[in-house]
C-alpha cells in the first residue's frame, strides 16, 4: 500500500484494514522507518483497503496524532 498518513517518525504502528462484511478489519501491522514511512503486503486480498495510526504518546513524550488514509479499492 502507498498511501499518505501522518505518521510522526519512526517505529509507529500501522494498522493496515480491509473491509469485510461492511466493516474494517485489520489484516497486517507494520512499523514506520526512519523516514517515517511504511510498506505492508497485502498479497492478491481484493476490496477496500485503508492505514490506520492511532493517537499514541511516544516514549520520549512526543504525541503521534491519529490519522487514516484515504480508502483504496483493490478490483474484485
Known amino acids: 500500500m502507498d498511501d499518505p498518513v501522518a ?16 466493516r474494517f478489519r485489520t489484516i497486517a501491522t507494520v512499523r514506520t522507518d526512519d523516514a517515517a514511512r511504511y510498506e ?7 476490496g477496500t483497503f485503508r492505514a490506520v495510526i492511532r493517537k499514541q ?13 484515504p480508502k483504496r479499492r483493490r478490483p474484485q
Open 40 to 46: 505492508a503486503r497485502i498479497g492478491k486480498r481484493k
Open 57 to 69: 504518546t511516544l516514549a520520549n513524550g512526543e504525541v503521534c496524532d491519529r490519522d487514516v488514509s
Open 7 to 22: 505518521a510522526c517518525r519512526e517505529d509507529v504502528l500501522v494498522r493496515i484494514r480491509r473491509k469485510t462484511a461492511g
